[in-house]
Nanobody, 124 residues
């Protein structure tokens, strides 16, 4: 069973930057997908960024140009660099892994393992 441990996040003012990291407890078999989701107050968990084991990335339109997703060569660490943060980026952020998939789904129910969540608060 893969365990994902998140770090980073916190509070920042509008226009600031934060970085999130997600470390897997073991190398993840390929093909796979790692992704960041966020959850603001409400029922929906929104996908922010997806990156498969071939290096193909998909960034949500709401954060394009501001957020960058990356993973290391060992495929155990996923990062999310968040720049030019807006108040509407305030949410709890989760990393997730989907096993044995080549294309990264935006649906949370397609992911097998989840990190513990990290709060990001952007204030004006």
């Amino acid at each position: 069973q893969v365990k994902l441990v998140q770090s980073g996040g916190g509070s920042v003012q509008v226009g600031g930057s934060l970085r999130l990291s997600c470390v897997a407890s073991e190398e993840i078999s390929v093909p796979n997908c790692m992704a960041w989701f966020r959850e603001a107050p409400g029922p929906m968990r929104e996908v922010v960024a997806r990156l498969n084991s071939d290096g193909y990335a998909n960034i949500a339109e709401s954060v394009t140009g501001r957020f960058t997703v990356a993973r290391d060569r060992a495929r155990t660490t996923l990062s999310l660099q968040m720049d030019s943060l807006k108040a509407e980026d305030t949410a709890k952020y989760f990393c997730a892994v989907a096993l044995e998939v080549g294309r990264c789904s935006p649906r949370p129910d397609r992911y097998d393992y989840w990190g513990q969540g990290t709060q990001v608060t952007v204030s004006s």
